[in-house]
């Protein structure tokens, strides 16, 4: 037997090679695009024209003739398995192939059939969709005033407790208004020294993980088996079993490794279609999206964020009112929970006593909105750190120190009324000061290329009520099995756990083997987003270590091995079970404690199991003459708790950052009359590696997260936070102009300084 | 949610439909045979066509000249990547290809490797491999001379505990020599009135699954997986893990449904094979036996078996010898344990004082023999239930009341010492008369036709030490998932094994959903085997469903439900998660308490956890002028504690029966030097629907073993026991010969009679 011999801890904050490494380089990897199942048909989507219309026929005469093609679904088809087709986490408001209405442009409205994709991509083009068409919204300010109705039905899903009160109206675009009142925000803004008001946009923008959307579905009338590129398998499962009404476990979902996900991936997209295509065709099923169909599918929200602040005499900010619009677009997917989970960090990390804020999730005729790195807090830093600094400039006062005077603090209580602990505002930002030297004196140059710099801060919230189960599987030899829901999609988390079973259990990460996402196989786990993998998942991960080491040390006094004798593992199995035989299996649960927001005034005691902090400074430089901006030199600084792999903590960070840099210099989706005109990579541009800062700094603070499994937190988000409100006032430190509305191109810097100017360029 | 509705208990007991029966009539189930890896390569093999001899040569040039070959391995490339390449349960003796010699006629010499497998056939066939030839030994008698040695050196593996200090000496064939002494029996035989020997021989036969041996490999040179039709793939596992030197979390082994397996894919066969040529060539590798390659991977130990006896003037036997020589064939597999095993109960269910056994593992030049349904018991009743009639008839006391006197009871100790518990030989003894209603008169015939009965009893010791290891997971809506290392290949434990779950759970066994053996994912097993499933794996399912339902009800403690409340499990969660979310993970693990027989006496307190007894009663019908034998009736008593299914169990022994009908009456494996010269199912023939009993009766006696899951025990061998010395005792009956040595086939029968009426037929 070669048994795995123990090794002292030091496991967790080691930059452990990620154990998939090898595997990815040599192509090894499995992904669900590669699946080919035994007799699979193919389907492509006809996609909707218009962005809003009734369907008044459809005509499938001329596709029908295309050879090969085996079948066309239209929702008529759908309705004969499923009687209620309408899927989603926070409302049951999508329907599998749309039924009667359209509500936006790619909106899917029949499934064609085919072994061969080419011949199914022919047929979907010859099928004839007649509309009646129904004016339109697409302003998430606009939808707010219902003069047009997306739906006609608001269908709340009941998933989220949280979400419960806070549903909308009939007949409005209002899928969900969260509000929140602390102290007396009227009283304060009248007895205010100076009051601002300002207000923000961001645009429609991209997940684009490289991997698009791909599922497959086989059943044998009795049991469902999708294989998809999830980041939440466990949701999957139960949606598709609350759709078919059949028990969770007929329905099986497996995830192998994505090729990103960003929250793109996240409870549902194709999974339900393909489910119902598998049961009406009796043939294994698979969708692959083209990277253009990713545009019609899900996009991060659009935002309005109308900011408001009442500062006293000595630069403290006394009152802060918030108004955000989100543009949740046709279907609400998960936007009223970012709704509500960003709403309550609207105000900023900042310590305000009276603070109202109003955030809705709006229907508009728009693609679908869903989480995207942040679940709405970019968008709010944005807002609020453009703000922050526009003030300080406004009372001439250093925007480090005005933030050092209103900076939220540990002990004190944030807006909901929570009592914030591990926080580490305070701390990122005087990291990212020091490194910017900002207490130096700074070159904005002259002539034509002028420098600016800024730093910005953004905090957010963790997810909650939320659930992670995990298993640890020791076999005879001492080697470990890792059964773990969290979906490795690029951000390391297959490593990650592995090391914390590896620090627990006093074995080399290397022998801990993960088994991948498989509702049959790995216990529940909410989903991979949000940044709470490390810390829900690493807890019940570090809870089912535990509980294997517990059963361990229970089996060394059975076999009469006194504690602390390090012998190998794989002893105590052979002195109990005679043999190489034997499987210790160790099972850990975690659900973080917590107090939903009481409706009526968004207060709780309890509205996090922690908070993730990111600031980021950048210096940069204009080109006063094109508008160019080229980042000297970013710095993104996170307080991550405590590092597991610090490695991989930085490349987190990074990727954050460039993405978020992407957003805010040039990805935009355009629309024109709800029509997406640049669906492909020519056209939507994400930063390549030339639009990249030319030194970035990615730096953890040295801190620890009490709650969190040897001290750690989340971290996928932290370095989006600071990026977009730190370039936009680095460029007004350096031309004197500020752009309120994303992304920031050469041309809206160009047009901004010639307006400023009194020189204003022709449209 | 659709929440599973707890049911009352009575899942147990219950005749529930097969789980996977829909899935099996629509050909959905997955076989191993069915696979396809992408890139996959297919292997034939060059097998010896001698029987002893040393390897001078091997010629590739031909067979590498047939386009699509990808490459010819010999043992030279395995043993560049693994240095010690031989592999076995009970010895290191068999090399994955053989190492400079082979041993027997049909032993892989070379591995073709080719995309088309008719490319690979047809190279195979161009290899010209040229031997020095040796001489050869076969009959295992003759082995035990040791003229002939087989192997130059013993490798015994240290595997079982069990057979440590019992393996064989070195230049000779005994693998091992199992000993047993009780009482005196030498003082015993002289004090005896009358003394009794005979001596009866076994044939080589075979497994013959519908599903040949087939495995496939795929490796990243970091991980293996490995598929295969496995009844043991937590041993398959840990074997390659010890040859390749890597954890065991390294190699994963799938099993899906088998096509049968009888013991045939115990241990290790074509795996280690498909690891090695997945490892040299990069590639995914298959191997898919033909059915005349079964007659050259595994057989039946051949036997011959001499038993005396002494029994005194009341007609109670007071003193037996046995020996018996085990034709392991040419590698050890499994042969030594069978020799151990089955050797303690060489005496038969008799209440001795006096009793000495010697059991020899025995290497000849044959084809390796292996576990076939029984663990060596068939051939053991065989001879000891003929020796019994046959002094029964020559004391001229009815055969069931000698039995009666001397039948092993509860309370009385075994051969080996150990106090007999839940043995029930005596009740299906009675059992079995009373449905032949022996007491009544019986019409023998008359003319050509004779008529004849008898009744057979046999035991069986379970398997020890030996683990099962199980997990069960409840998901949120109450559903579970059973993780079990069981191979359902056919005797239905899937759906036993949910019933266990359910009775515990109070949910209906339709909701349980049983997962297959996967190394990754389920629990360790020992094996498919020896009937212990049932016993050993319900007894860890058993366990693993109560640790779920403690788990439940601590769950039910914390929200708040009192107990008893029969609320549905979905409803705790809800309150627990807030979310339709978690997963409550139980686990089991079972071990028997168990203690080593004295390697000196065969002396052991405990010898098993449980006793297996099946008796069968028949009448026949013998046609005196063809010898030809019609059986009327055949009535299968076995006590299995309580069935958990009773039409599962009495599918089993009827099948048990069925399979043992065709040993005892027309299998065969003819060899010429070592040659088998019936290697197909043309020329070995299995029983056909017309060979089967006119009337078969499966009886199950009402008991309840004391230590069972719900007082169950296994059954899948017991149907067995009696079937071949009830048949030759009611020959005897019937026309006055016996026969001494399987198979009874219509020849042998007609000559017997002949040389019975002195006028024996010419050869």
Redesign the interface.
């Known amino acids: ?2 048994q ?1 011999t123990p090794v002292p801890s030091g496991q967790v904050g080691r930059s452990v090679p990620r154990l998939e490494a ?2 990815k380089v ?1 192509g ?1 990897i499995e992904y669900t695009h ?1 699946i080919r199942l ?1 007799g699979m048909l193919t389907a492509k989507l006809v996609r909707s024209t218009v962005a809003h219309g009734r369907i008044k026929s459809i005509d499938l005469s001329e596709a029908l003739k295309v050879p090969g093609i085996d079948r066309i679904v239209t929702s008529e088809d759908i309705l004969k398995i499923i009687p209620v087709p309408y899927y989603g986490p926070a409302f049951h408001d999508q329907p599998i192939l749309a039924i009667g209405k359209v509500v936006y442009v790619g909106e899917p409205v029949a499934a064609v059939l085919a072994r061969d994709p080419h011949a199914a991509e022919e047929a979907a083009r010859l099928v004839v969709v007649e509309y009646e068409e129904l004016p339109a919204v697409f302003d998430e300010v606009e939808a707010r005033k219902n003069k047009v109705v997306v739906h006609d039905q608001l269908k709340p899903a009941g ?3 949280d979400l419960k009160h806070l549903h909308g109206v009939r007949d409005t675009n209002v899928a969900l208004d969260f509000q929140l009142v602390r102290g007396d925000t009227k009283k304060a803004f009248a007895e205010a020294a100076h009051v601002f008001e300002h207000t923000f946009k961001t645009q429609q923008v991209l997940h684009l993980p490289l991997e698009p959307y791909v599922s497959a579905a086989e059943t ?4 469902m088996t999708i294989h998809t590129a999830s980041q939440s398998p ?1 949701f999957v499962r ?1 949606e598709i ?2 759709l078919l ?6 329905v099986r979902v497996k995830a192998p490794f994505l090729g990103g996900g960003f929250g793109g991936k996240l409870y549902i997209k194709l999974e339900a279609l393909v489910a119902a295509l598998a049961l009406l065709t009796g043939r294994p099923v698979k969708i692959s999206l083209t990277m253009e169909e990713q545009f019609y599918t899900l996009t991060k929200h659009a935002s309005t964020f109308r900011i408001k602040s009442g500062v006293n005499k000595d630069g403290k900010v006394i009152a802060r009112e918030c108004e955000v619009w989100w543009n949740g677009g046709a279907y609400a997917d998960i936007g009223p929970r970012i709704t509500q989970k960003s709403g309550f960090t609207a105000a900023g990390p900042y310590d305000i006593d009276n603070v109202t804020i109003d955030s809705y999730a709006l229907y508009t005729n728009l693609t679908p909105a869903g989480a995207l790195r942040g679940f709405g807090i970019p968008q709010l830093v944005w807002a609020y750190e453009s703000h922050t600094d526009l003030i300080a400039r406004a009372l001439k006062i250093d925007p480090v120190e005005f933030r050092r005077k209103n900076l939220l603090r540990d002990g004190r209580p944030q807006a909901t009324g929570t009592i914030v602990k591990d926080m580490g505002a305070e701390v990122c930002l005087e990291r990212a000061a020091e490194l910017l030297n900002w207490n130096k004196p700074f070159d904005r140059g002259q002539g034509k290329l002028r420098r600016g710099r800024a730093i910005a801060v953004g905090f957010k919230a963790s997810i909650s ?3 992670s ?1 995990a ?1 640890v ?1 020791v ?7 890792l ?1 773990c829901g969290t979906v490795d999609m690029g951000q390391g988390s297959d490593t990650a756990m592995a090391q914390l079973v590896a620090e627990v259990l006093n074995i080399p990460t290397e ?3 993960v ?1 991948h996402s ?1 509702t ?2 790995t ?2 786990d ?1 989903g991979t987003l949000g940044s709470r993998s490390t810390f829900h998942m690493g807890l019940a991960v570090k809870l089912a270590a535990e509980d294997a080491k517990n059963k361990l040390a229970a089996l060394a006094a059975e076999v009469g091995v006194p504690p602390g004798s390090n012998l190998p593992i794989g002893e105590l199995f052979l002195r ?8 210790i ?1 160790g ?1 850990g ?1 975690y ?1 973080p404690s917590y107090t939903p927001p009481d409706h009526a005034n968004g207060q709780t005691d309890n509205a996090t199991p922690f908070w993730m902090v990111g600031a980021t400074g950048v210096e940069l430089e204009v080109d006063t003459e094109t508008g160019h901006v080229r980042i000297e030199r970013m710095i993104n600084v996170a307080d991550v708790g405590r590092s597991i792999n610090p490695r991989i903590v930085e490349s987190q960070l990074s990727g954050a950052a460039i993405m978020q840099l992407g957003f805010t210099t040039t990805e935009k989706m355009d629309f024109e009359a709800g029509q997406v005109t640049n669906a492909s990579l020519a056209d939507y541009k994400i930063p390549g590696i030339l639009d990249l800062p030319e030194i970035m700094s990615n730096v953890v603070i040295d801190a620890s997260q009490h709650n969190g499994p040897f001290g750690a937190k989340g971290v996928g988000e932290s370095g989006t936070f600071g990026v977009s409100p730190a370039i936009a006032s680095a460029i007004e430190d350096a031309v004197g102009v500020r752009l309120t509305s994303l992304p920031i191109t050469p041309e809206k810097v160009y047009r901004a300084i010639r307006a400023a100017n009194n020189d204003p360029l022709e449209d």
Chains 1, 2 share one sequence.
């Open positions: 037997m070669n795995i090898t595997g040599t090894r590669n035994p998933t989220f407790p044998d009338g009795k049991t466990s139960l079993a609350r009404g059949w028990a969770e476990n007929r009520p939320t659930t189960v298993v599987n076999a005879a030899d001492g080697s470990c099995t059964f022998s801990v083997r088994v498989d049959d196989v216990p529940y909410m109990k079970y005679k043999m190489q035989a034997g499987t299996v099972s649960s659900i």
